[in-house]
């Protein structure tokens, strides 16, 4: 079945880095498109960023850009994001989502199952 | 950005009544416009994409409307399962995106 399978919980010390890894299956990877959302505690979603599974493309959030980083690797069909100068604001569950096309308005219909990122000192 | 304002931000209702969600846009995002379901400790859920398009698998007592700046998303009768919290989202600024800051439907 289509599914977005994430890397295991994270705990990171302020400044620090973290890489995420969200592996596909049950489709063709290159077809579609991933989105990075995190939610911190007991907030609401935010989008951080996308990437072309095709060609590599990226679009950051303003407010990320400079300290986050979105790969992908088709030979294993796995999406990477990484986040760096960890602050404790960013503390909060990370999501990966495939995107549908832009006549299903993009929308995110497979989730992962969300990775928590921890930052503490 | 295109920013997102849902309301009411929280409401209670009871099992079989017929629930309305409303986001608004910042400006015009014709119909690009998705509407997610998220339950506690798991991962949203679509339930409409363009607008008014109920994706495979969702109960037809969801719905939803509007173009333009303003959207509804409408729960024709309440099921248990459906308490929750509802986000819309819009990909009209594609590939950027903005969440609303989502409903949460409680018991009443």
């Known amino acids: 079945q289509v599914q977005l399978v994430q890397s295991g919980a994270e705990v990171k010390k302020p400044g620090a880095s973290v890489k995420v890894s969200c592996k596909a299956s049950?489709?063709?990877?290159?077809?579609?498109?991933i989105s990075w959302v995190r939610q911190a505690p007991g907030q609401g979603l935010e989008w951080m960023g996308w990437?072309?599974?095709?060609?590599?493309?990226?679009n950051y959030v303003q407010k990320l850009q400079g300290r986050l980083t979105m790969t992908t690797d088709t030979s294993t069909t796995t999406a990477y994001m990484e986040l760096r100068s960890l602050r404790s604001d960013d503390t909060a569950v990370y999501y990966c989502?495939?995107?549908?096309?832009?006549?299903?308005?993009?929308?995110?219909?497979?989730w992962g199952q969300g990775t928590l990122v921890t930052v503490s000192s | 950005d295109i920013h997102m304002t849902q309301s009411p931000s929280s409401l209670s209702a009871s099992v079989g009544d017929r629930v309305t969600i409303t986001c608004r846009a910042s400006?015009?995002?014709?119909?690009?416009l998705n509407w997610y379901q998220q339950k506690p400790g798991k991962a949203p859920k679509l339930l409409i994409y363009?607008?008014?398009n109920l994706q495979s698998g969702v109960p037809s007592r969801f719905s939803g409307s509007g173009s333009g700046t303003d959207f509804t998303l409408t729960i024709s009768s309440l099921q248990p399962e459906d308490f929750a919290i509802y986000y819309c989202?819009?990909?009209?600024?594609?590939?950027?995106?903005?969440f609303g800051q989502g409903t949460k439907l409680e018991i009443k």
């Open positions: 989502a495939r995107a549908l096309d832009i006549v299903a308005a993009d929308a995110f219909d497979i």
């Open positions: 049950g489709y063709t990877f290159t077809s579609y498109s």
């Open positions: 990437i072309s599974a095709y060609n590599g493309n990226t």
């Open positions: 400006q015009s995002i014709s119909s690009y």
């Open positions: 363009a607008a008014s």
């Open positions: 989202q819009q990909s009209y600024s594609t590939p950027r995106y903005t």
